[in-house]
């Protein structure tokens, strides 16, 4: 690895819904162009430590660098704006709009984006569905409308929250190519999965997280050598 600063410096987080402490000190990095994973038991603060990164919580406290910028202490939409966006698990696919309206209401932040041309070589679904309802997408055609509609907006830094939960099997190896895709155009991805074998195919390194902490880092070269102790994180 370089030694130039990570994009994203991650120290020390600590969060909080209403009263519930839910982060006790999240430690890691993602540098650009990296996919990096939080991979974790249900209930670990995977999520959560998405949404502090972006400010979705009560409150947060330590540091969260971005390219070097202290966002502790900045607001949501300053957050995005500097280049961070968070793709929900929900993918808040509006539905009475087109996919074609879904994907031009983010506005544009900054150059570098992806234009829709681009965007429906890259999504083929799309393109055939442009003009139909939100609703009417599988939750396959949703999750790729969520992904790409953030690419447009010229954000560089892509938190994916859990992107393969309930597809098929078919359906999730298209998510890994579009993943995959997303990396080679210079994108860097922190992707949240519970699916480690899924994780595997994409990323470069996973954070393991427990209890609101990270415990652990294994590069994906190492998976492989780590599955005992993976699954006991897991419990899977
Ligand atoms: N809106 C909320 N209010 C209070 N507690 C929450 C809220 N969302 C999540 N939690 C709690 O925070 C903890 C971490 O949740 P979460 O970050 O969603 O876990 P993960 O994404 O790893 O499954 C859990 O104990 C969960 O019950
Ligand atoms: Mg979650």
Not at 41 to 53: C, D, P, V, Y
Not at 113 to 136: H, V
């Amino acid at each position: 690895m370089s030694e130039a600063a990570p994009m994203l410096k991650v120290r020390d987080l600590n969060a909080w819904y209403g009263e519930s402490h839910i982060l006790h000190g999240v430690d890691f990095d993602v540098s650009e162009g990296e996919v990096v994973t939080l991979l974790g038991r249900n209930g670990a603060g995977k999520t959560t430590t998405l949404k502090s990164i972006i400010g979705l919580v009560t409150r947060r406290t330590g540091s969260i660098l971005y390219r070097g910028t202290e966002m502790a202490q900045r607001r949501p939409d300053a957050i995005a704006r500097a280049g961070i966006a968070l793709c929900p698990e929900e993918r808040g696919i509006f539905a009475s709009l087109s996919v074609a309206e879904n994907l031009t209401l983010p506005p544009v932040i900054a150059p570098g984006g992806l234009d829709i041309a681009t965007l429906y070589t890259l999504f083929p679904n799309l393109k055939e569905r442009a003009r139909s309802q939100g609703t009417r997408l599988s939750g396959g055609e949703q999750q790729m409308l969520a992904i790409a509609r953030i690419l447009r907006t010229g954000a560089r830094l892509l938190m994916l929250d859990e992107p393969t939960e309930g597809l098929a099997p078919v359906i999730v190896q298209q998510i890994g190519r579009t993943i995959r895709e997303i990396k080679a155009r210079g994108f860097t991805v922190l992707l949240v999965e519970q699916n480690f074998r899924f994780a595997a195919t994409v990323a470069d390194r996973h954070y393991v997280v427990e209890n609101g902490r990270v415990v652990d880092m294994i590069h994906n070269a190492e998976l492989a050598a780590n599955m005992t102790k993976l699954h006991e994180y897991l419990g899977v």
